[in-house]
């Protein structure tokens, strides 16, 4: 059984940080591209940030320079860091796993921008 288990979230001033993390089990992680997704309220679930299977990233423009996403494969997990946070990106986040035509979402961590 796979699961993706996404912790971090919180509520946080602007300008601040959170860093989100995700546990997957049941896939063999090394071989998965990793993405963080956001949906924020009456809006479209959008693409945050992507770390390939290789290591290489990419990054929506609305978070480059302030995200960063990074994977530990020893630990099955992968990181958000969320640098100088703005109360746009108030949202849920979640987890995905992608293998070829394979995906699987976490259920998702909530992140409040507010002061």
């Known amino acids: 059984q796979v699961r993706l288990v996404e912790s971090g979230g919180g509520l946080v001033q602007p300008g601040g940080s959170l860093r989100l993390s995700c546990a997957a089990s049941?896939?063999?992680?090394?071989?998965?591209?990793m993405y963080w997704y956001r949906q924020a309220p009456g809006k479209e679930r959008e693409s945050v940030a992507v770390?390939?299977?290789?290591?290489?990233?990419s990054y929506s423009d609305s978070v480059k320079g302030r995200f960063t996403i990074s994977r530990d494969n020893a630990k099955n997990t992968v990181y958000l860091q969320m640098n100088s946070l703005k109360p746009e990106d108030t949202a849920v986040y979640y987890c995905?796993?992608?293998?070829?035509?394979?995906?699987?979402w976490g259920q998702g961590t909530q992140v409040t921008v507010s002061s």
């Open positions: 049941g896939i063999i992680f090394s071989t998965h591209a």
């Open positions: 995905n796993a992608r293998y070829f035509s394979r995906y699987y």
């Open positions: 770390i390939t299977s290789s290591g290489l990233t």
